[in-house]
């Protein structure tokens, strides 16, 4: 994949990114922890963290703006893995700090609850959308522009699908 079509793969993520949040209702259950970590395959055999240390701490404010904390004792705790940073397959990047695939696995538990674990991956994969229509002026966003649209559609991803795994968090 050249730079260019990268780019302009980036300027479909950052679009599709920029799509209003989805929350869940005052009436959906509640969550009361939101963490994210990079995996074990993430620390080994990959550099993304190298070049992205806070891409943590990014992807936790991301999915915490779109998914409303509380202070319900018997909400529930969302664990993000990040498992896979990478370009077209990938794991090491190169030194221009281009990727276009995120993968991670969500764990829902709600200590205080019955209710079994449960969980879902979610794969994320930007794609080149080709050349830009006659009469277009195509934008190539840089890195930064990039590595926001990716953070920003995987925590929509994560909010999206959430609440079919969080069934009423107040079962006995």
Known sequence: MSIQTLLRSSA???ALAMTTPLMLSAADATVKEITVTAGPATAEGMNAMTYYPEMEADLQQAIAERVPLSDEPNGYVVQVSLDKVALNGETMLPESRE???MQGTILITSPLTD???RSYPVNLQAESAGPAPEGFVTINPGPDEFYVAMIVAFADVVAE???EYMPDASAP
């Open 12 to 14: 479909v993520a950052a």
């Open 99 to 101: 990727f276009n695939t």
């Open 115 to 117: 209710t079994a674990p």
């Open 161 to 163: 699908r959430l609440p």
